[in-house]
């Protein structure tokens, strides 16, 4: 290259004589003008000095009209194509997307900062019906307003009168197209991800938000009708949040609840949501016209009270909770946070806790925790989180509320009995940035997740003489009697204390105040009976399969992060549930009896599954014999007897997965 007068025009002359363009447009390495691009660059790090001769721009672009996307932006800054005037790079723009190189044409853009002067359909519509989804992301990356339109333009296509076969005529001389990617499914889910990601206001897309709200009546009427597992109480809180005061939603709810009831709660709840009569079918409208004569009492107090036969029979069928419903304490004022520190936050404590927010089912709002529940063995405390943030904040106490949550979560000495606590922890500081810090990490929470996941491992079969009832377990861990589909924290139980937990009340709308006395009797009894469930196990572990105590277990029971992050091993000292990852583990380490050997001294037979370790110990001198892929396992204990091994005093086999018997 240095030979070269002109270096850049001896390297265009080069690659516009290459003759394996076929390969050079699949972005193959071993093709010969991209081996080319890749010396040339190399020779400009080093030594090379180029200037840029004025008169091959028209080949250059015609060039770049060639070229697979992973070259073009070295080509693109070789030749200093940002330099160039606006209309000329416009024009290379339109060549390629005539050409149908709309990546390339997206990439270039995005390079030259073209954005503003482009139709962004005419680039980006090809490039979603291509599934290039992350590059027009890329594209309106730093622009809102083009976010917008391009939101604005999914949604329409989210509208139940758009006519999808116009854009399929429109670029059905596309390569590579993914016309699946146009059902109103896939785009709703796209529409949602992307308003999140960018932050757009809900009103822009009013197509997909009515979408995810239908949906969500649909799931409300399931739950109450079909599987009869929400209160009409509770049911009726979140249907009343759901439409709001949408008078479409409110009509498309009375539609749909026909189907499920009778004319009369349907003429209700038209009465209750002010649905006009002319928009309702014949038979409910005359109800309706009935009901306005009479002036029926609405649904605010039409719900029927639980009777003493059914209030017996949960009794009989679910965990109750042992404490008298006044040692419930309910917190809203950082006042009453002092007196219920000074009983939660003793050394030695042991409590349980729980979190509660409202379901959002699908609606775009983010999940905020609304209750903490503490739990000990004679009272329980319900914090209203939403209240006593607001108040920290509004008269600049956020201190008080961050300390006393900081040293429940972290205090060594006080144990936290939870249920996937993880989440709840996460949920929590997403929802309250000021407690994010606070949290993190923890110490002195035993997360009795892991415990279940042990015993769903160990079948067992238990009599529960206490209360006649009898406990089978399978070795999935799902209970023979378990006819209920029971899940969670209620199978947990379930398994250990023979009653699973009432979840009506699961699904509630924990943002309302006040809460209804079923919410409250739910919340205090969803962290008290972690109490007794940790009771049970941790005196008599034998009797539920474990095979050491309740404390032996959790110490050396490894804490699992978060999914898809990586663990990280602490070689002195493994994490604990209930320890501080920083805390270090005294006598957690034996030492070995044994005195070491040197790799010389001892041999290893290595199962097919070790394959990877069988060569590192051969790295470091050990002799080895490792099992080939089709190899039996059994084959590895067979090893051992061989002749090559005959005189061998230390000999270890090696297994993973069937164990091996000498």
Request: glycine share 4%.
């Amino acid at each position: 290259f240095a030979s070269f007068t002109d270096p850049l025009e001896g390297l265009l002359v080069m690659l516009e004589n290459c003759h394996d363009w076929r390969n050079w447009r699949k972005g193959k390495p071993q093709s010969l003008a991209h081996y080319i691009i890749d010396q040339f660059c190399n020779w400009i790090k080093d030594d090379g000095r180029v200037s840029q001769p004025a008169k091959l721009q028209a080949r250059v672009f015609s060039l770049l009209t060639e070229v697979p996307a992973n070259m073009l932006d070295q080509l693109a800054s070789l030749y200093e194509v940002d330099k160039a005037d606006r209309s000329s790079q416009l024009g290379l723009i339109n060549d390629l997307c005539i050409k149908g190189k709309y990546k390339e044409a997206a990439l270039l853009i995005i390079k030259l900062d073209l954005q503003p002067e482009l139709d962004m359909e005419q680039v980006c519509i090809p490039l979603l019906l291509q599934d290039k989804v992350s590059l027009v992301e890329a594209y309106v990356a730093d622009y809102p307003g083009l976010q917008r339109v391009l939101l604005q333009l999914l949604d329409s296509w989210c509208h139940s009168m758009a006519n999808i076969a116009d854009i399929q005529r429109r670029y059905e001389k596309l390569s590579h197209l993914r016309w699946n990617k146009l059902n109103r499914k896939a785009l709703s889910k796209l529409v949602i991800r992307l308003m999140e990601l960018y932050d757009i206001n809900p009103e822009f897309c009013p197509n997909v938000v009515n979408q995810r709200l239908v949906a969500s009546i649909k799931y409300l009427l399931y739950k109450r009708f079909m599987e009869r597992s929400m209160s009409e109480e509770n049911w009726s809180e979140h249907i009343e949040a759901v439409v709001g005061y949408n008078p479409q939603l409110r009509l498309q709810f009375v539609t749909l609840l026909a189907r499920y009831t009778d004319i009369d709660t349907v003429a209700r709840w038209a009465l209750r949501l002010n649905v006009p009569r002319e928009k309702l079918a014949y038979h409910v409208a005359e109800r309706l016209k009935q009901l306005e004569k009479v002036k029926a009492i609405s649904l605010e107090n039409h719900f029927v009270e639980e009777s003493i036969e059914e209030i017996q029979n949960k009794k009989k069928l679910y965990y109750q909770l042992p404490i008298p419903t006044e040692y419930i304490h309910f917190l809203d004022h950082l006042d009453q946070l002092k007196s219920c520190a000074a009983r939660v936050l003793q050394a030695g404590g042991i409590l349980g806790i729980d979190m509660e927010w409202r379901p959002t089912f699908g609606v775009l709002t983010r999940s905020r925790v609304s209750l903490i529940q503490i739990a000990m063995k004679d009272c329980v405390y319900l914090l209203d989180l939403p209240q006593l943030v607001n108040q920290s904040e509004s008269e600049c106490r956020r201190s008080e509320l961050t300390q006393f949550i900081q040293t429940l979560f972290t205090d060594q000495t006080i144990t936290k009995l939870g249920y996937a606590t993880t989440g709840d922890l996460r949920t929590l500081s997403i929802a309250y940035p000021m407690l994010k810090d606070v949290v993190q990490p923890t110490a002195g929470v035993l997360d009795l997740l892991n415990v279940h996941k042990e015993l769903q491992k160990m079948p067992c079969r238990r009599q529960d003489k206490s209360r006649g009832v009898e406990v089978l377990m399978s070795e999935d861990g799902v209970n023979s009697g378990n006819s209920h589909g029971e899940k969670g924290l209620s199978l947990l139980v379930q398994c250990v204390l023979g009653k699973s937990l009432d979840k009506t009340e699961q699904l509630s709308n924990w943002e309302k105040r006040p809460l209804r006395p079923q919410q409250v009797i739910y919340a205090a009894s969803d962290a008290y009976c972690l109490l007794d469930v940790y009771d049970a196990l941790r005196w008599d572990p034998q009797r539920f399969g474990l095979s050491c105590s309740f404390e032996e277990f959790f110490m050396f029971k490894m804490e699992k992060k978060a999914r898809g992050m990586k663990e990280k091993k602490n070689k002195s000292s493994p994490t604990l549930p209930f320890q501080c990852a920083q805390t270090p583990q005294p006598n957690s380490l034996k030492t070995s009896s044994y005195p070491p050997l040197s790799p010389s001294e001892f041999n290893v037979v290595c199962d097919n599954m070790l394959q990877g370790l069988g060569r590192y110990l051969r790295c470091l001198g050990v002799d080895v014999k490792i099992l080939e892929n089709d190899d039996d396992h059994r084959k590895a204990a067979e090893g051992c007897t061989g002749d090559e091994f005959s005189d061998c005093t230390s000999l270890y086999n090696l297994t993973r997965g069937s164990s091996v018997r000498e």
